[in-house]
């Protein structure tokens, strides 16, 4: 066994790609149309990290439409993002627009309407640019143009940086095409020492095997690393990775969770050794 690492199949099933768009386009349209609400709350600090939140609800939401419709390549999720955040911001634009020139929020009717007949969009894009929607100080000076356009690039960016980061800090977790499911993940029930560099773990492994892990000394509650195997009954070989813990020893709900090594193929018998020994708790299905 060479200790390799885990490489999804770039094909997908074509239905299930389509259905996995469908999706995240009808999640997408809803957290445009929502986060618009923002602009009901005249507080700014709130409104970025609202701004910042929907970052977060597109990268997870991609990766809900991932588990479900078994988008398997971080590629494939990484176009499903672009795909969301485009849809995101066409419809929160269509929802601004309908917002600012009926003074109320729209409805679904009046939303899908002009959604897909967008009458004189950039005009009355310009338009708010020009005169501006909101005032800014004591003086209630408006704010327009270039620090309106500025403020906009802005919170597209939170947006777009957000989303597309954590999009591609998600690991990609082994997938069967043998049987067309997702590996389920199990996570051995003890809290070793804490390992550093994925490299010198692949090296070790190669070097003395799987009992580097069995003959692990036990980490501290604070500081340690969580091992999962993704097990699969009646596949040729099974995964392995390791994620460093760290919690905060004033603030022990603070958890920091570093990746160590990402899914490495392992044998039948090392997997199984490993569960006999340790035992597992099985993770929640969307723990990315």
């Given at each position: 066994m060479n200790f390799s690492k885990y490489k999804a199949n770039n094909q997908s099933n074509p239905t299930s790609a389509i259905l996995g768009f469908l999706f995240i386009f009808l999640i997408s349209v809803f957290l445009g149309w929502l986060y618009n609400l923002t602009y009901l709350i005249p507080i700014i600090y709130f409104n970025v990290v609202i701004t910042i939140a929907l970052g977060f609800a597109v990268a997870f939401s991609v990766q809900i439409a991932g588990k479900i419709f078994k988008i398997t390549t971080r590629a494939r999720r990484h176009y499903l993002t672009i795909f969301s955040l485009i849809t995101v911001y066409y419809s929160h634009w269509i929802a601004f627009i309908l917002f600012t020139t009926t003074g109320s929020i729209p409805n679904a009717s009046e939303f899908i309407s002009y959604f897909f007949y967008p009458n004189n969009f950039f005009l009355i894009i310009g338009e708010i640019n020009t005169y501006g929607t909101w005032?800014?100080?004591?003086?209630?000076?408006?704010?327009?143009?270039?620090?309106?356009?500025?403020?906009?690039?802005?919170?597209?960016?939170?947006?777009?940086?957000?989303?597309?980061?954590?999009?591609?800090?998600?690991?990609?977790?082994?997938?069967?095409?043998?049987?067309?499911?997702?590996?389920?993940?199990?996570?051995?029930?003890?809290?070793?020492?804490?390992?550093?560099?994925?490299?010198?773990?692949?090296?070790?492994?190669?070097?003395?095997?799987?009992?580097?892990?069995?003959?692990?000394?036990k980490g501290l509650a604070y500081k340690h690393s969580k091992i999962s195997i993704f097990f699969l009954k009646n596949e040729e070989n099974q995964y392995l990775s390791i994620d460093n813990i760290f919690i905060e020893v004033r603030n022990k709900s603070k958890k920091t969770i570093t990746p160590m090594l990402s899914p490495i193929k392992i044998t039948n018998t090392d997997a199984q050794q490993l569960i006999t020994k340790f035992g597992t708790k099985k993770a929640f299905y969307f723990d990315f």
């Open positions: 005032s800014f100080g004591t003086m209630e000076a408006p704010v327009n143009g270039l620090i309106l356009t500025a403020i906009w690039l802005i919170e597209a960016i939170i947006i777009f940086f957000i989303a597309i980061r954590y999009t591609l800090l998600f690991p990609e977790n082994p997938y069967s095409e043998k049987f067309n499911k997702w590996y389920p993940k199990l996570t051995l029930d003890y809290d070793f020492n804490s390992f550093y560099s994925e490299d010198k773990i692949i090296t070790n492994l190669k070097e003395q095997g799987i009992d580097i892990i069995s003959n692990a000394e």
